[in-house]
């Protein structure tokens, strides 16, 4: 499985999902009508501007649907945690799902204006607890190891299925947004954060300058850092045609301003949106205890994208293009080769892996491999 996967191309794939119908829950205090969000959750911050969120009724229960499609009914339904919901379309829609699909919902917002639209839910439904603290910061995932909500969890063995616990989250249209989904997806080949209870599937809204980001193949000029860990650790795919979101005005909030320039930047709401699934593999390319390592490689080279490797690897350490012996070693299969006037741009995951075993393997190799804090900007 493992070989396929370093051989094959990286692609998109778009699910098609058969959805059963459940009728709404009376008892779901409802929010506004979209037309009247400008004015009842007004963008009055900079973050708030960077909260790309849905608020479409209709939309909101497509995408509650399709992450959810594969919960089990036969073992009490999910424990759903929920980040950056704002005034919470895409909560209602969840909690419409009955408790064999969402057994709890844990939602984490700690902006007041959004807490005032979702405390409500904690009244009308004894599944929801709200959480009021940013899902930005680790501690946050601390605290509710701590305060025993994520109790009912059936962790699993990292081989075996996925434990009935989810993360849904709109990613903020931010570069703090980037950084996060960075690190949820090196936190899968340590096993660390949720995922120290098993391959727990990650469902998230971003926008498609990301999307390309995360999934973009060598040579495509989207390429970078990210991508090849997303290839690398989790099988990713799209829960939801990207063509439903269109026009972005119909389903999300906020909207551009209409002053604002025709061409919307690429960190900018407006863009349009992706709803994926990214489920780790059960067999890392990255083996727990590298990924810092990986990390060290791929910022570095990355900074020399288009360089070819036999003038880019001494950005990792003096003397490292020693290495490329070990890439063109006759040990290697000649189709399995790295040559070296390939860029790090084109790379495969099958030339990164046969790198990091020649770099892991380097007695010369740094030791400092100045990895920077969780949440400290860098380029992903």
């Not at 459940?22 to 004015?39: F, H, M, R």
């Not at 649907?65 to 980040?83: H, P």
């Not at 025709?262 to 067999?283: C, D, F, N, S």
Request: proline share 9%.
């Amino acid at each position: 499985m493992l070989a396929l996967r370093l051989a094959r191309c990286s692609c998109s794939h778009t699910r098609r999902i058969a959805f059963r119908l459940y009728s709404s829950a009376n008892t779901i205090p409802p929010l506004p009508p979209p037309s009247d969000w400008k004015t009842a959750f007004p963008i009055n911050n900079t973050t708030r501007r960077e909260r790309a969120v849905v608020n479409n009724p209709a939309t909101a229960r497509l995408v509650a649907r399709s992450f959810l499609s594969e919960a089990q009914s036969d073992n009490g339904g999910k424990i759903v945690i929920e980040a950056f919901p704002g005034p919470g379309a895409l909560s209602r829609a969840l909690l419409e799902l009955p408790p064999s699909q969402v057994r709890k919902l844990i939602i984490l917002e700690d902006d007041k204006q959004f807490l005032d639209a979702l405390k409500p839910l904690e009244a009308a439904d004894p599944r929801v607890t709200i959480v009021p603290m940013s899902g930005h910061s680790w501690d946050t995932y601390s605290y509710l190891e701590e305060h025993g909500l994520l109790e009912g969890l059936q962790p699993q063995p990292w081989e075996g299925p996925s434990p009935n616990l989810h993360f849904v989250a709109h990613l903020p249209v931010s570069m703090k947004g980037e950084q996060l989904l960075a690190q949820l997806f090196r936190c899968i080949p340590e096993r660390s954060w949720l995922f120290q209870h098993g391959r727990v599937p990650l469902s998230l809204l971003m926008t498609e300058y990301v999307w390309q980001r995360l999934t973009a193949p060598p040579r495509n000029a989207r390429r970078c850092k990210l991508a090849v860990i997303a290839e690398a650790t989790a099988d990713i795919r799209q829960a939801v045609d990207p063509g439903v979101f269109v026009p972005y005005s119909s389903h999300f909030h906020p909207t551009p301003s209409s002053h604002s320039s025709h061409k919307v930047a690429q960190r900018r709401v407006g863009q349009p949106m992706h709803a994926l699934t990214a489920i780790p593999y059960a067999e890392q390319v990255i083996q727990r205890g590298d990924t810092d390592k990986w990390d060290f490689c791929l910022r570095r080279l990355f900074v020399l994208k288009n360089t070819p490797l036999k003038d880019a690897l001494n950005s990792l350490a003096p003397g490292a293009t020693s290495l490329l012996k070990d890439l063109q070693s006759t040990q290697v299969p000649l189709k399995e080769r790295v040559s070296p006037t390939r860029t790090p741009r084109s790379m495969t995951l099958a030339d990164w892996t046969l790198l990091l075993r020649a770099f892991n393997n380097w007695p010369f190799r740094p030791e400092d491999l100045m990895i920077s804090d969780a949440f400290k900007d860098e380029e992903t």
